[in-house]
């Protein structure tokens, strides 16, 4: 395993409730973590002091923001890719804009994402670990009923984690995508007032995975597809 002790890891979605427990186990392994942030400001006290840089403003489904922000950071041990967003949508209630909204959400940020990753990785030629976020209904889509766009989307960010850890095979760049059912943030619980929370997986328990991931000294598991269902 290797130590993560100064080591940069860029954080997308570290603001929400899995970014954030992310970014603790991070910085309490000794990294500093760098959040691109949509929002045009972000409360001071919502990451541990020290070792995150929050960067605001940066839209993640937009190519000229995304390559901008990775130009202005270090060479990087990692990219942990959690931005995205979820739709409940019937096919009947379905339009055009929230299949677009999906992908824009969901697929064009992680690629993106990766992309800009990948040259900063190849710049520096040390390799690296990029973390994709899918969905348990990526890898069995017949859970995915009643909220096909969000499944597509993240089936897409599946099958793009694939392909890119193929295509970077022999490069030292490790690509794998967790595949989590529903995790157990505040959001949820208030969406979801009847389900049975305590199945549910706690952000900290996938932090402690990604925290693992990003400690592998050899891309062993690249392409994997992991899933994190907790009891569910």
């Given at each position: 395993?290797?130590?993560l002790?100064?080591?940069?890891?860029?954080?997308t979605?570290?603001?929400?409730?899995?970014?954030?427990?992310?970014?603790r186990?991070?910085?309490e392994?000794?990294?500093?973590?760098?959040?691109?942030a949509i929002?045009?400001?972000?409360?001071p006290?919502l990451f541990?002091a020290g070792?995150v840089?929050?960067?605001p403003n940066?839209?993640?489904?937009?190519?000229?923001?995304v390559?901008g922000?990775?130009a202005s950071?270090?060479?990087?041990h990692?990219v942990?890719?959690?931005?995205?967003?979820f739709a409940?949508?019937?096919?009947a209630d379905?339009?055009?804009?929230?299949?677009?909204?999906?992908?824009?959400?969901?697929?064009?940020?992680?690629v993106l994402?990766?992309?800009?990753?990948?040259?900063?990785?190849?710049?520096a030629?040390?390799g690296?670990?990029?973390?994709n976020i899918?969905a348990?209904?990526?890898?069995?889509?017949?859970?995915?009923?009643g909220m096909?766009?969000?499944?597509?989307s993240k089936?897409?960010?599946?099958?793009?984690?694939?392909?890119?850890?193929?295509?970077?095979?022999?490069?030292?760049?490790?690509?794998?995508?967790?595949?989590?059912s529903?995790?157990d943030t505040p959001?949820n619980?208030?969406d979801m007032p009847?389900?049975?929370?305590?199945?549910?997986?706690?952000?900290?328990?996938?932090a402690d995975v990604?925290v693992?991931?990003l400690?592998?000294s050899?891309?062993?598991?690249?392409?994997?597809?992991?899933p994190?269902?907790g009891?569910?």
């Open positions: 395993m290797r130590t002790q100064d080591a940069h890891v860029v954080i979605g570290g603001t929400g409730a899995l970014g954030r427990a992310v970014a186990a991070l910085v392994a000794g990294a500093h973590c760098h959040v691109p929002e045009t400001s972000v409360p006290d541990p070792k840089s929050v960067t940066i839209d993640l489904s937009d190519e000229a923001s390559a922000f990775y950071l270090p060479p990087l990692a942990v890719n959690i931005a995205g967003g409940w949508a019937p096919i379905s339009p055009l804009k929230v299949l677009q909204e999906q992908l824009a959400m969901n697929l064009v940020s992680c994402s990766c992309r800009e990753a990948v040259a900063n990785f190849r710049k030629g040390k690296g670990h990029l973390v899918s348990r209904p990526a890898l069995n889509p017949r859970q995915g009923a096909t766009a969000y499944t597509a089936a897409a960010v599946a099958a793009f984690t694939v392909a890119l850890a193929e295509e970077l095979k022999g490069e030292g760049i490790s690509v794998v995508a967790l595949a989590p529903t995790i959001t619980r208030a009847k389900a049975d929370h305590a199945s549910w997986v706690a952000p900290a328990a996938i990604i693992a991931q400690g592998l050899d891309p062993i598991n690249s392409g994997a597809l992991i994190i269902y009891k569910a």
